[in-house]
Structure formats: C-alpha cells, structure tokens
C-alpha cells in the first residue's frame, strides 16, 4: 500500500510539473495570471523573464526563500509589468510587495537593488503603494531611501495620497493614520491630491516614542484586559 501511495503522489507530482512547464509554453505562455498575449507589440509592452515572473508569484504567496532564489535566479527587481500584464500604468515587484503588506519580501527587493523612487506613468511613486502595506513597510522604504517629499507628474505626494487613505482598519493597524507615520518620519510636503473624502481625527496617532502608545493595538488606547 505504502508503495501505490508514493507511486500515486509522484504521478500528482510529476503531472503537475508537466502542466506548469505547458504554462510556459518554452516562453510563448506566461506564470502570471495577468498576462495578455493578444496585445499588439508597442512602446512598454514587454514580457518579463521566466525569472522575474516567478519572483512575483513568489511575493504574492509571501514565500521569502523563493523571493531570494529567483533573485539568484537573474530575476529582474525593476521589470515594469506594463501593457502586457493588463497594466498600462505599470507596476515593479517592489511596489507589488510594498502594497500587499510583504515587508521581508520588500527587504530582499531592495537588497537586491529594487528602485525605492520609481514613479509608474500612472504618477503613483512606490511609497504610494507602501502607504496600503502599513507602518513598518512605510519605514523599510524610507530606510533605504525612498524620498518622503517626491512630488509626483499629477502634482500628489505621499501626504497627499495618505491623507486621502484614511486610516488604518481593524484588519491593518488599527487607530494609525499613515499621514502621521510620515510626518513622524519627517515627511513635509503635502500635494495637490487625490481627494479626501472625510476629515481625521485631531490627534497624533503614530509616536512609538510616547510612553501611552500601544504597540499591541497601534494606537494610544489601552490593550484590551486579559480574559
């Protein structure tokens, strides 16, 4: 039984192999779900290595191993996906990580020589996108020297764009507004844009310094009490 069991698993194994390879299509196919063969050849339309199109399946399942592999790989951490992934805007691996909140995965990224500052012809700069990953990703790319203050072709800012998030909900870092992450971490200039569509709460809601602030909860209100 032992063996018709392995036996079973290695033809699962084996056929699942084969049909990723006929995904490839020894290059004529794609890994990425987005990729659109039919568009017609032009300026940015440009399909990415098997490589680099693997490192963004990587990201999206937060595996950071496979991250550094395809990195070893040759992977590309600056391909724009464009046009031929269904994105005339264009967005980079980093932005990728930074926006689904995969902040080890970000880390490898930039090691690797990931563009912090890079701007999409849609005027969103990378920090933008960092802004949706939280606190910590926010800092990671201003650690490795994103500009706080970049005003982008569509007269936004980081501010701006925080502004108009929000803040945070119950599923990311509840009671934080990412405008004051920036403006803690010294950001200044506030764009044009995009609109707001409510005003914030008055207070500070972001100084890990402040002896009241609550990591638990990221906010200053009290942890709930024990049960």
Not at 202 to 215: A, G, K, L, Q, W
Request: hydrophobic share 35%.
């Amino acid at each position: 039984m032992g063996s018709t069991i392995e036996e079973i698993m290695r033809k699962r194994q084996r056929e699942a192999q084969e049909a990723y390879e006929a995904m490839w299509a020894n290059g004529s196919g794609s890994h990425h779900p987005d990729y659109d063969p039919e568009v017609p050849p032009g300026p940015g339309v440009v399909k990415a290595s098997r490589p680099t199109e693997e490192l963004y399946n990587a990201i999206v399942k937060n595996d950071v191993h496979l991250v550094y592999d395809k990195i070893e790989e040759g992977a590309d951490v600056n391909f724009v996906f464009g046009p031929a992934y269904s994105c005339p805007e264009g967005y980079t691996p980093l932005m990728v990580a930074a926006h689904r909140g995969r902040l080890e995965c970000a880390r490898a990224l930039l090691r690797a020589g990931a563009d912090p500052n890079y701007i999409n012809n849609g005027g969103d700069s990378v920090l933008f996108w960092a802004i949706d990953g939280g606190p910590d990703m926010i800092r990671l790319l201003l650690d490795y020297g994103a500009d706080p203050d970049v005003v982008t072709p569509r007269g936004w800012t980081a501010l701006s764009y925080a502004v108009a998030k929000g803040k945070y909900g119950a599923v990311e870092d509840k009671g934080i507004y990412p405008e004051d992450v920036l403006l803690y971490y010294g950001a200044k200039v506030y764009g044009e844009g995009p609109p707001a569509l409510g005003t914030r709460s008055p207070r500070n809601s972001f100084n890990p310094e402040d002896p009241r602030f609550c990591r638990e909860r990221g906010s200053y209100q009290s942890p709930f009490p024990a049960p």
